[in-house]
């Protein structure tokens, strides 16, 4: 999965906890849509050919929390037809090929300068794949994961989530981020973050000769995997917004060095373009008026 969609859910408990004791917070929805060069899930590609991203997702308030349920979804846009050059999750049989389907569900509140989350996200792979596919991932790994993640209103606006899986890998992968925004002008800014990603337990353990100890994995190792250096420029227009990003991601993991099946890199590249929108769903309800004392 590319992403959970915390950001929107933690602006609206910023806002319920800041809101005067009578404002009324509202459900939203919300979708975005990213179309990639590849597709690069925690320092691994698994696929190197451009992507669609949709992601579908609804917010709402629960007492000063606020609660999101939503689906993401990668799509292969293309036939991936050569094993030595290409990586498809799809396994690579045709274009337009649905490959993970992440439905989830999340709650955030605020702690202070702190917004917690707590979730759950179970990993889709629909393709029953053959012998004649190009690799890829199968229903045989459909797995869950849940996870916490403590984002801090400070600068730097500093992060740290925690993702366990509990079925097929049964580890946990551990994600610390920074965030800044530079203003260019008036209506243009320059968003700049840095992931770094830590394996624990969800390393294949690998004996002297090479073979995975662990049936399901994601890492060769547990510690380090990657670091993923971003730029985006975000542009609004109303309720819609366009995102340019391009991603840096310096390679730890042997895996997270894989741009092909037979290529590897300590630096790898990608980027695109993001477009959001979003709508407030009814009307907030108007303040009663109060009478003044004679």
Do not use: C
């Not at 005067?20 to 597709?39: N, T």
């Not at 179970?122 to 869950?144: K, M, R």
């Not at 700049?192 to 995975?212: K, R, V, W, Y």
């Not at 300590?266 to 009478?291: C, H, I, N």
Request: proline share 6%; glycine share 10%.
């Amino acid at each position: 999965m590319k992403r959970v969609k915390v950001f929107a859910a933690s602006m609206l408990v910023a806002g319920l906890a800041v809101a005067p004791e009578r404002a009324v917070a509202q459900a939203e929805i919300g979708a975005q849509v990213d179309l990639f060069s590849s597709y690069v899930w925690r320092g691994l590609s698994l696929t190197n050919k451009p992507v669609l991203q949709p992601d579908l997702w609804v917010s709402f308030p629960a007492g000063n929390a606020s609660v999101t349920v939503g689906n993401w979804t990668n799509i292969d846009l293309g036939q991936y037809d050569d094993p030595d050059d290409d990586i498809s999750e799809s396994g690579g049989l045709s274009s337009f090929n649905i490959a993970e389907l992440n439905p989830y569900a999340e709650v955030a509140f605020p702690a202070g300068k702190a917004t917690l989350t707590g979730g759950i996200v179970s990993y889709i792979y629909p393709n029953d794949l053959t012998d004649e596919s190009n690799g890829g991932l199968s229903t045989d790994f459909n797995t869950w994961e849940v996870y916490g993640k403590a984002e801090f209103d400070v600068p730097l606006s500093p992060s740290l989530a925690i993702y366990y899986d509990i079925d097929k890998i049964d580890g946990a992968y551990i994600e610390a981020g920074l965030a800044h925004s530079l203003p260019l002008s008036e209506k243009l800014g320059l968003d700049l973050g840095a992931a770094a990603g830590f394996s624990a337990g969800q390393g294949a353990d690998l004996d002297d000769a090479g073979n995975p100890q662990e049936e399901f994995f994601n890492f060769q190792d547990n510690g380090f995997t990657h670091l993923d250096l971003s730029a985006g420029l975000p542009l609004t227009a109303g309720v819609f917004s366009i995102t340019p990003v391009l991603h840096v991601v310096l390679t730890g993991d042997e895996f997270t060095k894989f741009t092909s099946p037979t290529n590897e890199s300590d630096v790898k590249l990608w980027g695109g373009v993001s477009f959001g929108w979003s709508r407030t769903l009814g009307e907030a309800p108007e303040e009663e008026a109060t009478e003044e004392p004679e």
